[in-house]
């Protein structure tokens, strides 16, 4: 490329970057003014660098759009090129003789007579950017405080009637906040006077006034005063945040801007502990169970201590001699800090444990508060390693189950038979059809006078003998006879239940059949009736089964009515019922050792009589509660009555820890000291303390009056004897 071409096009491009720059700065400038005027001196900083930036990459995007192509087309204007600029830049190799003979010819035009590229100087654009500029920065700097002090007097010499018409604002603001090591939070920085911070916080203000005040402080709103120290310009101060606060700036000469400002206190929180296996509280170990396995899930909102400590209780013995040993096995966690597991495999035979003996554990963990960590620990899980006497007892309570559903098993059937009549309905005569069903009545009536005797209910006539649906498939003796579908959810056979089904309803005796709850609750539980019976149910379960009867009445009662179809809601609710009577359960405790209180020598009764007043309690009356925040409040009601806002303010102080949220209800006094005729502070001042009110305990209401004998029994107490 021809040297002097080259130059002019580097000067187009300088040219044009640095017009840019000269339309961009003025404006760049008069927008940090604005903001510095109408937010902070942050705010300020941030629109002139943002700005200066962006001005930049807009320069150096307008200098790279005068590339090649541009070059080209301003050369190809000018004479000397002959429109065949292009061939400056191509490669000669490439070019015939013509087309060199040709770029030589320019080249030396060029040469003898250097072009000028770069664009002429926008003066009207410049001068009207710059006026713009300059009358923002009059208007933004000088406007409001033509009066003002120069900063460079010293505070001294300041004048007091030009200190007070004009006082002091702030001009920016800046809050460092350093959390505590253990919460793992950097610090920051922000710009607002207003912010929640971790509890043990450090902050550290750093303010900066458009006047010189001589002294500038932090006044809390118990009290608590932080001076402020100058440096460099800046008023600096330190506090701890231990407790939330409302604060304000004041200064000497005062402030424009009185307002309160508020900091929050989050206070940290100890770590909680969930129990993930085993799933819980009970687990009844297994003969010859050699290992439990526990996993547990520490969580925090800082951080959980990377071991914790699992504590071990073994239980040993019986009655009254029973014996505890403890012991303590540290543990690592795995995960993150603030969800960390801790998983365990206990070995029994380590421990000692044997079969009859309770193993209870329990985990303690805590978390990384300094100095004094903070402990939580889990609710206590338990495995109850089964002795041979409640291995005997469990096989004997197996085969009672096993055989008392002979009890419990043909309500099923029952519903089964109702559903075959009703699609036999079409085939079957109206008679037939209600014989039937009223066989089916009487099936169900015999069941529910068999549940009757469990709740000592009396019988109505006992069978001469139970149908076979009531006998397991085992005690039936012929093996053509259908399979009983039971309760228990197993598959029968329901076969075809028509007038020769073979049940007998004649009413007589009851022979003993195994499996019936005569035999083996006098067998087992030593029951002499079947009343005595019902009190080996719990009440939940007695509540249950009285329900079961009653839905076994309404379907017995449309079954003898020949309305099967209407019986079938019954019966399957009595069925529900039924079932959740067997799933009962009940409730284990660990065995764990008593924690009493140290007996109190002194508080023994010796005898004496020295001192003891009398039973006689005098009856005191019920005073209002808090009444000094009544009397304010009842003033705050009243027009033109002046509220005592100082006592207000020591009652606040005294009853803060039970408040809800104090430091609303210190703003609202402090906003109707500040402006004692506004009617909206005196409103809301008022709602506050009405929140904050005790409810007065109701008295007890008078007994009414009694009539004549009704008197006369109350005198003849009073009389005596």
Same mark, same amino acid.
């Given at each position: 490329?021809?040297?002097? *071409?080259? +130059?002019?096009?580097? &000067?187009?491009?300088?040219?044009?970057?640095?017009?840019?720059?000269?339309?961009?700065?003025?404006?760049?400038?008069?927008?940090?003014?604005? @903001?510095?005027?109408?937010?902070?001196?942050?705010?300020?900083?941030?629109?002139?660098?943002?700005?200066?930036?962006?001005?930049?990459?807009?320069?150096?995007?307008?200098?790279?759009?005068?590339?090649?192509?541009?070059? *080209?087309?301003?050369?190809?204007?000018?004479? &000397?090129?002959?429109?065949?600029?292009?061939?400056?830049?191509?490669?000669? @190799?490439?070019?015939?003789?013509?087309?060199?003979?040709?770029?030589?010819?320019? /080249?030396?035009?060029?040469?003898?007579?250097?072009?000028?590229?770069?664009?002429?100087?926008?003066?009207?654009?410049?001068?009207?950017?710059?006026?713009?500029?300059?009358?923002?920065?009059?208007?933004?700097?000088?406007?409001?405080?033509?009066?003002?002090?120069?900063?460079?007097?010293?505070?001294?010499?300041?004048?007091?009637?030009?200190?007070?018409?004009?006082?002091?604002?702030?001009?920016?603001?800046?809050?460092?906040?350093?959390?505590?090591?253990?919460?793992?939070?950097?610090?920051?920085?922000?710009?607002?006077?207003?912010?929640?911070?971790?509890?043990?916080?450090?902050?550290?203000?750093?303010?900066?006034?458009?006047?010189?005040?001589?002294?500038?402080?932090?006044?809390?709103?118990?009290?608590?005063?932080?001076?402020?120290?100058?440096?460099?310009?800046?008023?600096?101060?330190?506090?701890?945040?231990?407790?939330?606060?409302?604060?304000?700036?004041?200064?000497?000469? @005062?402030?424009?801007?009185?307002?309160?400002?508020?900091?929050? *206190?989050?206070?940290?929180?100890?770590?909680?502990?969930?129990?993930?296996?085993?799933?819980?509280?009970?687990?009844?170990?297994?003969?010859?169970?050699?290992?439990?396995?526990? +996993?547990?899930?520490?969580?925090?909102?800082?951080?959980?201590?990377?071991?914790?400590?699992?504590?071990?209780?073994?239980?040993?013995?019986?009655?009254?001699?029973?014996?505890?040993?403890?012991?303590?096995?540290?543990?690592?966690?795995?995960?993150?800090?603030?969800?960390?597991?801790?998983?365990?495999?206990?070995?029994?035979?380590?421990? %000692? @444990?044997?079969?009859?003996?309770?193993?209870?554990?329990?985990?303690?963990?805590?978390?990384?508060?300094?100095?004094?960590?903070?402990?939580?620990?889990?609710?206590?899980?338990?495995?109850?390693?089964?002795?041979?006497?409640?291995?005997?007892?469990?096989?004997?309570?197996?085969?009672?189950?096993?055989?008392?559903?002979?009890?419990?098993?043909?309500?099923?059937?029952?519903? $089964?038979?109702?559903?075959?009549?009703?699609?036999?309905?079409?085939?079957?005569?109206?008679?037939?059809?209600?014989?039937?069903?009223?066989?089916?009545?009487?099936?169900?009536?015999?069941?529910?006078? +068999?549940?009757?005797?469990?709740?000592?209910?009396?019988?109505?006539?006992?069978?001469?003998?139970?149908?076979?649906?009531?006998?397991?498939?085992?005690?039936?003796?012929?093996?053509?006879?259908?399979?009983?579908?039971?309760?228990?959810?197993?598959?029968?056979?329901?076969?075809?239940?028509?007038?020769?089904?073979?049940? /007998?309803?004649? &009413? %007589?005796?009851?022979?003993?059949?195994?499996?019936?709850?005569t035999d083996v609750l006098s067998e087992y539980g030593h029951t002499h009736d079947h009343a005595e019976a019902a009190t080996l149910l719990d009440p939940q379960t007695r509540a249950t089964l009285k329900a079961a009867l009653d839905q076994m009445w309404s379907s017995e009662g449309e079954l003898r009515q020949g309305r099967p179809?209407?019986?079938?809601?019954?019966?399957?609710?009595?069925?529900?019922? $039924?079932?959740?009577?067997?799933?009962?359960?009940?409730?284990?405790?660990?065995?764990?050792?008593?924690?009493?209180?140290? $007996?109190?020598?002194?508080?023994?009764?010796?005898?004496?009589?020295?001192?003891?007043?009398?039973?006689?309690?005098?009856?005191?009356?019920?005073?209002?509660?808090?009444?000094?925040? *009544?009397?304010?409040?009842?003033?705050?009601?009243?027009?033109?009555?002046?509220?005592?806002?100082? &006592?207000?303010?020591?009652?606040?102080?005294?009853?803060?820890?039970?408040?809800?949220?104090?430091?609303?209800?210190?703003?609202?006094?402090?906003?109707?000291? $500040?402006?004692?005729?506004?009617?909206?502070?005196?409103?809301?001042?008022?709602?506050?303390?009405?929140?904050?009110?005790?409810?007065?305990?109701?008295?007890?209401?008078?007994?009414?009056?009694?009539?004549?004998?009704?008197?006369?029994?109350?005198?003849?107490?009073?009389?005596?004897?």
């Amino acid at each position: 490329m021809n040297t002097a *071409v080259n +130059r002019a096009w580097q &000067a187009a491009r300088r040219r044009q970057a640095t017009q840019t720059m000269a339309l961009a700065v003025p404006l760049v400038v008069a927008l940090a003014a604005l @903001a510095w005027r109408l937010a902070t001196y942050d705010m300020a900083t941030w629109v002139l660098a943002i700005g200066l930036l962006g001005a930049a990459a807009l320069a150096t995007w307008r200098a790279r759009r005068l590339d090649r192509r541009w070059l *080209v087309r301003q050369l190809d204007q000018r004479p &000397a090129a002959r429109d065949s600029a292009d061939l400056l830049f191509a490669d000669a @190799a490439a070019l015939n003789p013509l087309q060199r003979r040709q770029r030589d010819h320019i /080249d030396t035009a060029l040469h003898r007579d250097p072009p000028v590229l770069h664009a002429a100087w926008p003066w009207p654009a410049l001068l009207a950017a710059w006026c713009a500029s300059v009358l923002v920065l009059a208007l933004a700097f000088g406007w409001p405080r033509a009066g003002r002090v120069p900063a460079a007097a010293a505070p001294g010499t300041v004048a007091a009637g030009s200190a007070a018409a004009t006082p002091p604002a702030l001009q920016s603001v800046r809050l460092r906040i350093t959390a505590p090591s253990y919460t793992g939070q950097p610090v920051r920085t922000q710009s607002a006077l207003d912010g929640k911070v971790q509890q043990d916080s450090q902050l550290q203000w750093s303010l900066r006034f458009s006047g010189t005040p001589t002294r500038a402080a932090l006044q809390f709103h118990d009290g608590q005063r932080i001076d402020l120290t100058p440096q460099d310009g800046q008023w600096t101060g330190n506090w701890k945040a231990t407790r939330p606060a409302l604060y304000r700036v004041v200064t000497e000469p @005062a402030l424009r801007d009185t307002r309160l400002y508020r900091l929050d *206190v989050v206070p940290d929180q100890p770590p909680s502990v969930r129990v993930i296996e085993p799933d819980a509280t009970l687990v009844l170990g297994t003969p010859g169970q050699r290992r439990w396995q526990l +996993r547990f899930e520490a969580s925090d909102d800082h951080g959980v201590a990377a071991t914790a400590q699992l504590k071990v209780t073994l239980a040993q013995g019986s009655g009254e001699n029973i014996t505890f040993r403890e012991q303590v096995i540290p543990l690592s966690g795995s995960g993150p800090a603030t969800q960390r597991r801790f998983a365990h495999t206990l070995e029994l035979a380590a421990l %000692g @444990a044997s079969a009859g003996n309770d193993v209870i554990a329990q985990l303690q963990v805590r978390d990384n508060h300094a100095p004094t960590p903070q402990t939580a620990q889990s609710s206590s899980v338990i495995l109850r390693l089964p002795s041979e006497a409640d291995v005997q007892e469990a096989e004997l309570e197996g085969m009672v189950k096993r055989t008392l559903p002979a009890y419990f098993r043909s309500q099923r059937q029952i519903i $089964i038979d109702a559903e075959a009549l009703l699609a036999q309905r079409s085939r079957l005569s109206a008679d037939a059809f209600t014989g039937r069903s009223d066989a089916i009545g009487v099936d169900q009536r015999i069941l529910r006078l +068999r549940y009757g005797q469990f709740l000592g209910e009396e019988s109505e006539g006992a069978p001469k003998a139970p149908p076979t649906s009531d006998l397991p498939t085992s005690d039936v003796p012929s093996n053509d006879a259908p399979a009983a579908a039971d309760d228990h959810g197993h598959d029968s056979h329901a076969g075809d239940h028509d007038d020769d089904h073979g049940h /007998d309803h004649a &009413a %007589g005796a009851e022979p003993q059949v195994f499996g019936s709850a005569t035999d083996v609750l006098s067998e087992y539980g030593h029951t002499h009736d079947h009343a005595e019976a019902a009190t080996l149910l719990d009440p939940q379960t007695r509540a249950t089964l009285k329900a079961a009867l009653d839905q076994m009445w309404s379907s017995e009662g449309e079954l003898r009515q020949g309305r099967p179809k209407e019986a079938l809601p019954h019966a399957y609710k009595a069925l529900a019922f $039924i079932k959740e009577v067997q799933q009962a359960e009940r409730i284990y405790l660990a065995r764990v050792g008593p924690e009493l209180p140290p $007996i109190d020598e002194s508080r023994r009764l010796g005898g004496k009589r020295e001192g003891i007043d009398s039973r006689r309690l005098p009856l005191t009356a019920l005073t209002a509660p808090d009444p000094s925040i *009544v009397a304010v409040w009842q003033q705050l009601g009243g027009a033109g009555q002046v509220p005592d806002l100082d &006592a207000l303010n020591r009652w606040l102080r005294a009853n803060e820890s039970r408040l809800a949220d104090p430091l609303s209800l210190a703003a609202s006094i402090e906003e109707l000291r $500040i402006a004692p005729d506004c009617v909206r502070c005196r409103d809301a001042l008022r709602a506050q303390l009405w929140r904050a009110l005790l409810r007065p305990i109701p008295a007890p209401a008078r007994r009414s009056t009694p009539d004549a004998m009704g008197q006369r029994y109350r005198d003849a107490l009073g009389a005596g004897p």
